[in-house]
């Protein structure tokens, strides 16, 4: 993201933001020849990082209460705002590989629990949860794997320990219809199995209103289902219709 602020909008476009998200200020102006030459690199440095740095910059023509705040003695100058403090700064047009290397000092660390979640095999999952117990990525994952090789409780006794998301509901419901031995799954919309599982969905509507278990299990389902799904809305409207 880059973003051209002012005198007046610097507070909140830079400090206020700096809680959030690292940002680069890039203190320029229009006849500044090095500018010119650095403006592109640290906007394409910064794009590649996908929000995870944040680039503002600072025409010092326009906003000289700015550049004098930073007490800037040639541009074009550029400054690393975290936490409303500056941790970073250098003067001058670097090259492409050195601009890139003041950014991505700037990136978030992961933790070793999430370098075990990115690697996404039980071994590591449990190694996160070892970590951090309550990461709901290693839960949701881990319990997944357990739906998949067959122990479905073990999965649902996991999740019952993070808060419900998502991800967590989905899984759950997979769990769910594992232990009630559905076999039908969602699959896609013209994919295979899919007239199969609509007249299994139908048949579980028609029983709905007196039957906890069909219910339940027509509830699943549609958890299950991708959101792109047109069935999912169908069917969670048809499910409201015959239950209120």
């Not at 990082?49 to 541009?75: C, H, M, W």
């Not at 290397?101 to 996404?120: H, Q």
């Not at 389902?221 to 499910?239: G, I, K, N, V």
């Amino acid at each position: 993201m880059t973003l051209d602020t002012t005198d007046a909008s610097f507070d909140n476009d830079v400090l206020v933001r700096s809680d959030a998200v690292p940002v680069v200020v890039d203190l320029w102006a229009p006849w500044c020849g090095p500018c010119k030459t650095l403006s592109p690199i640290i906007e394409r440095v910064v794009e590649a990082t996908a929000g995870a740095v944040e680039l503002v910059k600072v025409n010092v023509d326009e906003n000289p209460r700015i550049a004098q705040s930073f007490q800037a003695q040639s541009i074009p100058a550029v400054f690393a705002i975290k936490d409303r403090r500056v941790v970073d700064q250098f003067i001058g047009a670097l090259g492409e590989a050195a601009v890139r290397e003041f950014v991505n000092r700037l990136l978030p660390v992961a933790s070793e629990a999430e370098e075990l979640i990115a690697l996404g095999d039980e071994a590591s999952l449990r190694r996160a949860l070892e970590l951090e117990p309550d990461r709901p990525e290693a839960v949701v994952g881990l319990a997944e794997i357990l739906v998949r090789r067959g122990e479905p409780e073990d999965a649902l006794s996991l999740l019952a320990k993070i808060p419900d998301n998502g991800e967590a509901r989905r899984v759950a419901a997979l769990a769910r219809l594992a232990i009630a031995g559905t076999s039908v799954a969602p699959g896609t919309a013209n994919g295979a199995g899919s007239m199969e599982l609509e007249e299994h969905m139908a048949a579980l509507l028609d029983r709905v209103k007196t039957d906890d278990e069909a219910r339940q299990e027509l509830v699943d389902l549609l958890e299950t289902m991708e959101p792109s799904d047109p069935r999912r809305e169908q069917y969670r409207r048809a499910l409201a219709s015959r239950l209120f």
